[in-house]
């Protein structure tokens, strides 16, 4: 398994609608999951940290299934701005676990596309 | 603040030049990296920095140096450049307090785009 693997898509979704998208890790000693969303040719940016608990940020929901080693993002009443790359984000675990400088693995991103 | 900032924004340089991308940030980060993105590829990790004076290898380091004489800045150095490094460089900083154990977010520069001819 890769080490963050996503789905490249493109998601095509009308506006409106609810999508939502999966990430799979293949370290189990990971500690820190994020998403960021990546506008064309621009920078990354963080869109939300994903704890065990799971959390919502307005329209977005992140979950973690740590038994299956997967992250999910789930954005409702989908709005053409949200139209991006989302990168699945995980930490490396184990030798530069947790605050470990190299520790982030970037996944390549699933690509949405909201349609009016 | 202005954040992390890059210079250039876009650069062509031919086999064998030599060149500095620049970064800055003014947010009192420790941490500081160097990406690349090729297209449709996730970003790899070039060379890292904990805090002034240390700097460590990433993932793909090979023909690149870096320097963190200051907290703010974080130079990325090519010295012989080759076609292979045409790509898109992201500086990036984060903040992790001493001892920490999470990985923090980190804020990414606008990037610079590289082509090597």
């Known amino acids: 398994r890769k080490e963050v693997e996503q789905d490249p898509g493109p998601f095509n979704v009308p506006e409106g609608a609810t999508v939502a998208f999966n990430c799979t890790y293949s370290n189990s000693a990971s500690q820190s999951f994020f998403w960021y969303r990546q506008d064309c040719r621009k920078e990354p940016k963080l869109l939300m940290s994903?704890?065990?608990s799971g959390n919502e940020d307005g329209r977005f929901t992140a979950q973690l299934n740590r038994a299956s080693q997967y992250i999910s993002l789930l954005i409702r009443d989908s709005k053409l701005s949200d139209s991006a790359t989302y990168l699945c984000?995980?930490?490396?675990?184990?030798?530069?676990?947790?605050?470990?400088?190299?520790?982030?693995?970037f996944g390549k991103g699933t690509h949405l596309i909201i349609q009016p | 603040n202005a954040g992390v900032t890059q210079t250039p924004k876009f650069r062509i340089l031919k086999i064998g030049q030599s060149m500095t991308l620049q970064c800055t940030q003014d947010m009192n980060h420790n941490y500081m990296y160097w990406y690349r993105q090729d297209p449709g590829m996730g970003l790899k990790l070039i060379y890292y920095?904990?805090?002034?004076?240390?700097?460590d290898k990433g993932e793909v380091p090979n023909g690149y140096n870096v320097s963190r004489s200051t907290t703010e800045d974080f130079p990325l150095r090519l010295e012989l450049a080759a076609p292979s490094q045409t790509s898109v460089y992201f500086c990036a900083s984060s903040y992790t307090a001493s001892g920490g154990t999470r990985q923090e977010t980190q804020y990414f520069g606008p990037g610079t785009r590289l082509l090597v001819l």
């Open positions: 920095s904990v805090g002034a004076g240390i700097t």
């Open positions: 994903v704890y065990s």
């Open positions: 984000v995980v930490n490396k675990g184990g030798k530069g676990s947790g605050g470990g400088a190299d520790g982030l693995t």
